[in-house]
């Protein structure tokens, strides 16, 4: 099982900017996908954005035109670059690998992001 560690997480004032990155234990195929989700207190997971192996994005309209989602095939990790951050983006921040040929999802552990109003 692949194993993907977060980091990157933090306390950051409204407005801010910060870098996520995720690094996984074993190559990722490009006919697989990455992506960031979030969790904030009291609510259901949802996505941020995703990044296929063709680097296409999908962004949640929430993030849009505020983060950038990266995949660094050579490293094997995936980034996620938030700007004008704001109190609603506060939640636990999870990297994820969808493998397509199985369906499986895995996830990492999280990392809190936390944006003081």
């Known amino acids: 099982q692949v194993q993907l560690v977060e980091s990157g997480g933090g306390l950051v004032q409204a407005g801010g900017s910060l870098r996520l990155s995720c690094a996984a234990s074993?190559?990722?195929?490009?006919?697989?996908?990455m992506g960031w989700y979030r969790q904030a207190p009291g609510k259901q997971r949802e996505l941020v954005a995703t990044?296929?192996?063709?680097?296409?994005?999908n962004y949640a309209d929430s993030v849009k035109g505020r983060a950038t989602i990266s995949r660094d095939y050579a490293k094997n990790t995936v980034h996620l670059e938030m700007n004008s951050l704001k109190s609603e983006d506060t939640a636990v921040y999870y990297c994820?690998?969808?493998?397509?040929?199985?369906?499986?999802?895995?996830w990492g552990q999280g990392t809190q992001v936390t944006v003081s109003s």
């Open positions: 990044i296929t192996g063709g680097m296409r994005t």
């Open positions: 074993e190559r990722i195929s490009s006919i697989n996908a």
């Open positions: 994820n690998v969808h493998y397509a040929l199985t369906g499986r999802d895995y």
